[in-house]
């Protein structure tokens, strides 16, 4: 394990090298992200003010307020590369240069995006978390700041990347075996959008497909971590959706082997 | 060290037909042809050795490299380097050897040279001590401290070979795999390559495969080539040995004063010689025959030449490499 990870730390730092070359791509992602938030609170301030209803499916607009923000801290967590970045290597062919080298494949993709990620989430999350908190104050008067809250949140979303890396990195090898399905991975977005509740909380939708909804792994990338952090998951419930989330990861890590294996006899046969 | 047995790889190439219609038609019946780029081909190599692997474009060389290094799986026989199959096991399998495709680099776009080496270090486990005398060496011959502070994507294609093949010698590897690593190098960087490759093979004993298409390199590293044509191997064994076996061709140069002399010559008409075994050019008064020497003797080629035309200068050599390999290739092998 500590031999591992000695072998996998440079890739986390070659990840921070690469963001620090590229931050001006990631200064419009995260604008792009940023306005995409105004205009779902604009929406929805406008669907609360036309109703007369204090509270819709559970999420008063000061709730409604908190979650936006959340989704967009969390999408931002779990956000993965690995789809467009598995079909672009195999395409130009420098997958070979990893297939050269005694790593797995997929964990130097893992570490490598963590570098990228680590740094820049730690610097928005703080100031996010601290947003969510201000609001959540000076609307109901009394700070409802949770420390155990807050770590579980972070923990699902931990795993909720997870299951979010190994998914696009699946995705990335589906699209070379059935060739090129380019489209699909915008399609892909807004479809994983929806099913996560990035869009609509999934309480907000009819009983039976909230059900299908929630157990479908998409609720676990963003949907869960929002919930754990604004409380709505406790006790019973809370170890069901965290239990759910690693049945997830598991379930994309095997997947991503086996496509992984798949695709290196597909590569060879076709060449790079 | 390495054997390789009856190696065969066959490549599924999806034809289209041309236009729309073309278009459509694959898309829901996609016609698939089947091209051979290596025909059981079988060749073995001794630890230590320098085994130079020629053949012209297309020829299956990059193929061949490719089913050692693990990267493709044949399509039948077998491929053994150091006891171990290469697609069975990549991972402990690629710690054993080096690999340089000059056509594209394994080195991390972003990070400067450096930090390469570091992520390298840990990746291959080199132990601390022996990753210092390795890069002071490498640093040495191939003079990688001008650049070494550079983000990779910022160096000169010959920076970057170089960069290159310090990587795939920073684990001492027991076999080295070089693709083509002189492309587009001047004579220096040319040199320094070579003499890195040559160092390494001597004092460590590496094995080491290496294509190319300069015949310098071959000539310069190595004792032995394996000649290779459209999949099949055509010949195996030592230059001295491609010299003799298809080597009986000589040049005859002179200078003379008579403006048509090729012509009033005519050696294929005189000798009775088909067009593979003479060929003449000029170049202003210097005409330049080549010949086989089995099928006409040198003196007969001298004595016919000098009491024809008058001649001013005249000298015969041995065809160099170089000009057997071009008529290998010409002739679409043997
Ligand atoms: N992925 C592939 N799919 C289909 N055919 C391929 C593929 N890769 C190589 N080939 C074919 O196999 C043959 C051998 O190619 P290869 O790259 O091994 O040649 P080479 O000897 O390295 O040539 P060069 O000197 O030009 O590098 C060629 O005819 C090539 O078109
Ligand atoms: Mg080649």
């Not at chain 2, 294609?157 to 093949?165: C, F, N």
């Amino acid at each position: 394990m500590k031999r591992k990870l000695k072998i996998y730390l440079p890739f986390v730092n070659a990840g921070m090298q690469e963001v620090a070359t590229y931050r001006v791509n990631w200064i419009f992602f995260m604008l792009g992200e940023a306005l995409s938030c105004f205009v779902t609170y604009f929406i929805w301030a406008a669907v609360y003010s036309s109703g007369d209803k204090e509270s819709m499916n559970g999420f008063t607009m000061p709730q409604m307020i908190v979650y936006i923000v959340l989704m967009f801290l969390t999408g931002t967590i779990i956000a993965s590369d690995g789809a467009y970045v598995v079909g672009e290597e195999i395409r130009d062919g420098s997958i070979i240069m990893r297939m050269i080298k005694p790593v797995s494949y997929n964990a130097t993709f893992l570490f490598q995006e963590l570098g990228n990620k680590l740094p820049t989430e730690i610097a928005i999350a703080a100031p996010m978390i601290i947003t969510v908190e201000v609001i959540r104050t000076m609307i109901s008067g009394v700070l409802q700041f949770n420390a155990l809250s807050l770590i579980l949140y972070l923990f699902s979303c931990a795993l909720a990347y997870l299951i979010s890396f190994y998914f696009n990195i699946c995705f990335g090898f589906t699209a070379f075996v059935i060739k090129y399905l380019w489209g699909a991975n915008m399609m892909k977005n807004v479809v994983v959008g929806f099913l996560s509740g990035a869009v609509v909380p999934l309480s907000f939708l009819p009983g039976v497909l909230e059900k299908v909804f929630l157990f479908l792994p998409f609720a676990s990338l963003n949907y869960t971590p929002v919930m754990i952090y604004m409380g709505k998951y406790t006790g019973a419930q809370l170890l069901y959706y965290i239990g759910l989330q690693v049945f997830w990861v598991l379930f994309f890590f095997g997947l991503s082997k086996l496509l992984w294996r798949i695709s290196v006899k597909r590569l060879s046969s076709q060449g790079g | 060290m390495i054997t390789v047995d009856k190696l065969r790889k066959e490549f599924k190439k999806t034809v289209k037909e041309p236009g729309l219609k073309g278009s459509v038609k694959s898309l829901f019946k996609p016609k698939s042809e089947k091209v051979v780029a290596v025909r059981d081909i079988s060749f073995s190599v001794e630890e230590g050795e320098i085994l130079g692997f020629i053949g012209p474009n297309g020829a299956g060389k990059s193929t061949v490299i490719k089913m050692l290094t693990g990267i493709l799986t044949p399509t039948a026989g077998s491929c053994t380097i150091n006891g171990k199959n290469p697609t069975q096991n990549r991972q402990s399998y690629v710690k054993e050897i080096g690999v340089v495709f000059g056509q594209r680099t394994q080195l991390w776009w972003d990070l400067p040279l450096r930090e390469t080496y570091g992520v390298l270090k840990e990746i291959y486990e080199v132990p601390e001590d022996s990753y210092n005398r390795r890069m002071a060496f490498l640093n040495e011959v191939l003079e990688l401290e001008e650049f070494i502070a550079s983000p990779v994507r910022t160096l000169s294609l010959g920076q970057r070979m170089r960069a290159d093949i310090a990587a795939s010698l920073l684990h001492s590897p027991k076999v080295l795999f070089l693709d083509e690593p002189t492309i587009g190098l001047d004579v220096v960087v040319k040199d320094n390559i070579r003499k890195a490759i040559e160092y390494i093979n001597r004092h460590e004993k590496t094995t080491v495969i290496l294509t190319t298409h300069d015949l310098a390199d071959i000539e310069q590293l190595s004792k032995r080539i394996v000649m290779i044509d459209k999949g099949t191997k055509v010949f195996d064994g030592s230059i001295a040995g491609l010299k003799t076996q298809y080597g009986q061709i000589r040049e005859l140069t002179f200078e003379t004063g008579v403006a048509n002399a090729a012509a009033v010559l005519e050696y294929a008409k005189h000798f009775s010689l088909g067009e593979e075994d003479v060929s003449v050019e000029t170049e202003g008064n210097v005409v330049k025959v080549r010949f086989n020497s089995a099928a006409v003797p040198v003196s007969d080629i001298l004595s016919y030449t000098l009491n024809k035309v008058s001649v001013s200068d005249i000298s015969v050599k041995d065809a160099d490499i170089e000009e057997i390999i071009r008529r290998l290739y010409g002739q679409g092998a043997v």
